[in-house]
C-alpha cells in the first residue's frame, strides 16, 4: 500500500554535489524505517544510509562525512544529500521503506521492504 517515487538523479562532476529526493504514499503510518540504496553495475545492492522515523541516521562508511540523509515528515519526504561526488558513487540509487508487519518485546520486528523505482546517479568528467 505504501509507494515511493525519487527524484533529484543525474549527470554531474567529481566533486560536485546532488540532492535525492522519495516522497512516499499511501500507509505511511506502517513505515518503521527507510533507507537510501545503490547498485553498481555488476555489484550488489548495497545501503547507503537509512533514517528512522525519530531521525537518527546511519551511513555506509565510504559516504560518511560527505552524504547527508533526512526525513521531513510533514512534507511525507525523505532526501539524501551528497556532496563532494566521486566516480565510484555512479549508481542506480534507489528508496527503500521497512513496512513492519510485526514488532516484538525486545524491539526487534519484523517488516517487508518496499522500493521506489530507482534513478541514475552519474559522477563523471
Known amino acids: 500500500q505504501v509507494q515511493l517515487e525519487e527524484s533529484g538523479g543525474g549527470l554531474v562532476q567529481p566533486g560536485g554535489s546532488l540532492r535525492l529526493s522519495c516522497a512516499y504514499s499511501?500507509?505511511?503510518?506502517?513505515?518503521?524505517?527507510m533507507g537510501w540504496f545503490r547498485q553498481a553495475p555488476g555489484e550488489r545492492r548495497e545501503l547507503v544510509a537509512s533514517?528512522?522515523?525519530?531521525?537518527?541516521?546511519k551511513y555506509q562508511g565510504s559516504v560518511r562525512g560527505r552524504f547527508t540523509v533526512s526525513r521531513d515528515n510533514e512534507e511525507d519526504r525523505i532526501y539524501l544529500q551528497m556532496n563532494r561526488l566521486r566516480p565510484k558513487d555512479t549508481a542506480v540509487y534507489y528508496c527503500?521503506?521497512?513496512?513492519?508487519?510485526?514488532?516484538?518485546?525486545?524491539?526487534?520486528?519484523?517488516?517487508?521492504?518496499?522500493w521506489g523505482q530507482g534513478l541514475q546517479v552519474t559522477v563523471s568528467s
Open positions: 527503500e521503506a521497512d513496512i513492519v508487519s510485526r514488532e516484538y518485546d525486545d524491539g526487534t520486528y519484523s517488516y517487508r521492504e518496499i
Open positions: 499511501g500507509a505511511i503510518s506502517s513505515i518503521k524505517k
Open positions: 533514517i528512522s522515523g525519530d531521525g537518527e541516521a
